[in-house]
């Protein structure tokens, strides 16, 4: 499935290596190796691949953000929103690489998901192309400051 392009960020679509469902919203290419668990990632010397789950402390993997290129955070259920604050955390402590979103991702999540720093989504259940963007253009406009590079509408009036 080929990515389809929020209209803020103007790259063009990426595919992922391992599903057909992924989603990429970054200029590099894709990250080819396996995720390993934080516990197994804190253990070694040479993964540089972590997913983390609900109840991991992303804060652990702070030390180790030099070596790391892909972050797979796990949404187990819908309504499970620690991932979120993974997100967020990594790209607040410097975290450039890539943030991706796996397991129970539905489109009316994917803004909120990017303003906290994802910038890959790998939904279970393959999303429609025309959903995705409809979703990423529907507020072209954000109210505060986040993990993304979107400026405030607050700040553009007083500029």
């Known amino acids: 499935m080929a990515d389809q392009t929020p209209p ?4 063009g679509p990426d595919t992922g290596p391992e599903s057909e469902n992924i989603l990429r919203y970054r200029d590099d290419a894709p990250v080819a190796h396996a995720a390993v668990t934080v516990d197994a990632f804190l253990d070694q010397s040479n993964a540089a691949a972590v997913r983390v789950e609900p109840g991991d402390d992303a804060r652990d993997l702070i030390p180790h953000l030099e070596r790391l290129d892909l972050v797979e955070v796990n949404f187990p259920a819908f309504g499970d929103g620690r991932g979120y604050s993974s997100a967020r955390i990594l790209r607040e402590a410097g975290y450039d690489g890539e943030l991706r979103a796996v397991g129970d991702v539905l489109v009316d999540q994917l803004a909120y998901m990017r303003r906290c720093g994802f910038d ?4 279970d259940a393959p999303l429609d192309p025309q959903d995705v963007e409809a979703a990423f253009a529907r507020w072209p406009e954000d109210y505060q400051s986040a993990a993304d ?11």
Request: proline letters at 11%; charged letters at 30%.
């Open 8 to 11: 803020a960020e103007g790259r």
């Open 120 to 123: 890959a989504f790998d939904p």
């Open 149 to 159: 590079a979107r400026t405030p509408i607050w700040s553009k009036r007083h500029a």
